[in-house]
């Protein structure tokens, strides 16, 4: 008797695996933590290693206690480590990023369904817990390299900016924006570096260009046109804080995210408009965070509404 | 010339160099075997045996037929003795009642046969009947009655008859061969075609992956006017009928209707040629071409079968599988939309465009994982669908929901399944859903057309 294969079509499937998306990930995410081990030292290194182990410990927790299948090889729980890590100051106690993993992995990920079932973004779900939790710890931050050597601590451009301090941004200011060598998160401050590996993902097709420019370029331009307190430097604006690293990496989060073309356009329209409204008007000198995760809510109600036309689509009659 | 598409679509590997440069070889059935001619072998009634157990049938014999108009007449391919009328396996996993014939290998032709008709004489009537007379339906995939589509509703006026020579499944090579070795012969039929619609274009639309069928094909047309033959850029599924009206006419056939709508007839390669061949040669649909390829096959090629033939059979006669890597796969048809089979012993059909027998290592089929919400299905889905939340409704049984996003439109081409990075079983389950919600509208017609008849009694 034969003995063959019975099953559904299609019989060829893709080389694209979960796996080689999240590795994509990190290998786009690597130039801007080698940075941040650059500008902020050796502790940044130990903060995205603690991070990204206990994110895979816990994600391994999670699955052995609730007898569910080991998924921590698909590499995602890695990606969450390293993006709270990103998001967090180097001179942050080593238990912070452990607390944080648990966070976001256990409450915003697993306990919804696991991997593609977060309806927010979860290393921001926990930077936001931290941030609420820890805000001392979560705002100081440290020198960056070639820059104030004597100084404990400094103040980010953002809230320089705010300040009123910066009025012009000179050329300096712009190359250490661009460089990274400015007060801020460990995987924030060099835009170059964000620029380079956010293109990577651009082009391996792991994500569209439409949430990272149409995020980047509502900034530029509000950030334009309302300027603060009568000066307008959006060059400066979009380059510093967490624009780079929240439009390219943590705004494009599938599972939190748009899965239409349009939509994807109005979730980084609404992340503009949102960011450029808390930094100008609101409490925090940056808004990045809240904005994504405020837009990663509204993104059930934007796919319901984006829903592509269908080929060859019966027109709707008017009567 | 500009190749032409449509918008989204999947590149997947496409396997041809296997069986490409293979010339089309004939082969015929063994003496003594049996062939099997299943009663349904294209869209619409099934037929009725016109012969019983113990007569003689000889080739190019009419053996079933079915008096409706929506329907195609079928023809014994060999000769000799019916020796059972039983149900029989076809591709798709059917048992459907079928004509055992056992072949005596002398090929006794019926009377008549060979008659050629000089079509420019005839008139469209007499040229629809002998299509239909000579049992040709689309030998694409769908079978649906070649007369039929050849003859539609007087309003929708036809502007385009395209000869659909995409061939976008992965690993067929039977229309290209068929277009280097038989090019006059498509052409000729095409103009049949193009007798009935005198006011139509003739366009062949070629995929640029096949730079000689295209060579071969315009050198063939040449000095003819109203054909033309149109480069299509290599992206599945650009032979699925509405991308390729969409592709060459920019015309979007709409949502449940057919190409005539759009006012364009579209017809396969080797239909065509049996067309030509019912015509010039007055030949019954009795054979095919047909590749049978993939890993596990001693001799890829491209084979000109007797329809009714086994699967078996032919495997047996162009040198059978390869003893150190067995196929653990078999599929009626290319990789993309074709059935899988579950034994050799299947009957060929008249829409049999293919044997891929996969070795276990082609056969894997990766785990299901999570959906990641990556859109890629979204992104490549032909028709515009969003397969991974058709995917969602079908495991909930959320029928409802599942037509509210027309997931009755779903073409079943596989695009989604194919580009899902979590290996997910889309295609498969808007399939199985599709036919759910397919059987529960027409029980839902019929509940309703039996209320209107019983209302109709009682007044």
């Not at chain 1, 030292?41 to 569910?68: D, H, P, R, T, W």
């Not at chain 2, 005198?198 to 003819?224: L, Y």
């Not at chain 2, 390869?322 to 579950?342: C, H, Q, S, V």
Request: hydrophobic share 45%.
């Amino acid at each position: 008797m034969d003995k063959f294969i019975v099953s559904g079509t299609p019989h060829v499937r893709s080389k694209d695996s979960i796996q080689g998306i999240m590795r994509d990930v990190l290998i786009g995410l690597t130039p801007a933590a080698l940075m941040g081990i650059y500008v902020f030292g050796i502790n940044a290194l130990v903060i995205m290693v603690i991070s990204i182990a206990s994110a895979i410990f816990f994600e391994y927790l999670y699955q052995k206690l609730m007898k569910k299948p080991i998924t921590i090889t698909d590499l995602s729980a890695a990606v969450t480590g390293l993006l709270l890590a990103m998001n967090m100051p180097a001179s942050a106690p080593y238990w912070m990023p452990i607390v944080g993993s648990a966070f976001a992995i256990i409450i915003a990920k697993q306990l919804f369904g696991g991997l593609g079932q977060n309806f927010i973004n979860p290393a921001l779900a926990a930077r936001a817990f931290l941030l609420a939790s820890y805000p001392t710890a979560m705002t100081t931050w440290p020198a960056p390299a070639g820059q104030a050597v004597d100084a404990v601590s400094v103040a980010t451009p953002l809230a320089l900016l705010k300040a009123g301090d910066i009025t012009v941004a000179t050329s300096g200011d712009m190359v250490n924006a661009l460089v990274g060598t400015v007060g801020g998160c460990i995987g924030e401050t060099s835009a170059i570096a964000l620029i380079i590996g956010g293109v990577y993902l651009i082009v391996r097709h792991v994500i569209s260009w439409r949430i990272p420019v149409v995020y980047i370029a509502t900034v530029f331009i509000l950030t334009a046109l309302i300027g603060r307190n009568g000066v307008r430097i959006p060059q400066y604006e979009i380059l510093v804080g967490g624009l780079m690293l929240g439009a390219f990496f943590m705004a494009t989060d599938y599972a939190s995210s748009p899965v239409t073309p349009l939509g994807q356009i109005i979730m980084a329209l609404g992340c503009g408009l949102l960011t450029t409204l808390i930094r100008i008007f609101g409490g925090y000198p940056e808004g990045v965070s809240y904005s994504i995760l405020i837009m990663n809510l509204c993104v059930p109600l934007i796919d319901r509404f984006t829903e592509p036309k269908i080929f060859g689509a019966l027109e709707v009659k008017k009567s | 010339m500009q190749a032409l598409t449509f918008k989204r679509g999947v590149h997947p590997p496409d396997g041809k160099a296997l069986s490409a440069e293979q010339p089309i070889k004939v082969i015929l059935p063994k003496e003594n075997s049996e062939l099997f001619f299943p009663m349904s072998q294209h869209i619409g009634a099934p037929c009725e045996p016109l012969v019983a157990v113990g007569d003689y049938v000889k080739v190019g014999q009419k053996i079933a037929e079915s008096p409706a108009f929506m329907s195609s007449p079928i023809f014994s391919s060999i000769s000799g003795e019916v020796v059972d009328i039983r149900p029989m396996l076809v591709p798709g996993g059917n048992m459907v009642k079928a004509i055992v014939v056992k072949n005596d290998a002398k090929m006794v032709e019926v009377e008549g046969l060979n008659e050629a008709h000089d079509y420019t004489t005839m008139s469209n009537e007499e040229i629809l009947n002998c299509i239909k007379n000579a049992g040709v339906v689309g030998l694409g995939g769908a079978g649906f009655p070649t007369h039929v589509k050849l003859n539609p509703p007087k309003d929708q006026p036809i502007d385009y008859i395209l000869i659909n020579a995409a061939e976008c499944e992965p690993y067929l090579t039977c229309d290209y061969r068929i277009m280097l070795e038989e090019s006059e012969k498509v052409v000729r039929g095409l103009q049949i075609m193009l007798k009935l619609h005198p006011n139509a274009k003739g366009v062949i639309g070629i995929e640029m992956n096949k730079p000689k069928a295209i060579e071969a094909m315009t050198k063939a047309c040449e000095g003819i006017s109203n054909i033309t033959v149109q480069p299509l850029v290599t992206k599945f599924p650009q032979g699925s009928e509405k991308h390729l009206i969409y592709s060459i006419t920019k015309r979007e056939v709409k949502s449940g209707a057919l190409p005539a709508s759009a006012g364009c007839i579209v017809d396969n390669v080797d239909t065509v040629v049996a067309i030509e061949r019912a015509l010039f040669r007055g030949r019954p649909l009795m054979r095919r071409v047909m590749t049978v390829t993939g890993g596990a096959v001693k001799n890829p090629g491209n084979y000109k079968i007797r329809i009714g033939m086994t699967m078996r059979d032919i495997v047996e006669a162009i040198g059978g599988f390869k003893e150190d890597n067995p196929p653990a796969k078999l599929i009626a048809g290319g990789p993309m939309m074709g059935p899988t089979l579950f034994t050799l012993d299947v009957a060929t059909v008249k829409t049999s465009s293919g044997l891929l027998c996969f070795t276990a290592q082609e056969a894997f089929i990766p785990e299901e994982r999570n959906c990641i919400r990556c859109a890629k299905c979204v992104d490549h889905c032909p028709m515009g669908l969003m397969p991974f939340m058709l995917n969602q409704f079908a495991i909930r049984g959320d029928g409802e929901n599942f037509v509210k996003h027309h997931g009755l439109d779903c073409i079943e081409c596989g695009s989604c399944s194919f580009e899902c990075p979590a290996k997910r079983q889309l295609a498969q389950s808007i399939r199985a859903t599709k036919k759910i919600e397919a059987g529960k509208k027409a029980a839902a017609a019929a509940k309703a057309r039996a209320a209107a008849e019983a209302a109709k009694a009682k007044s």
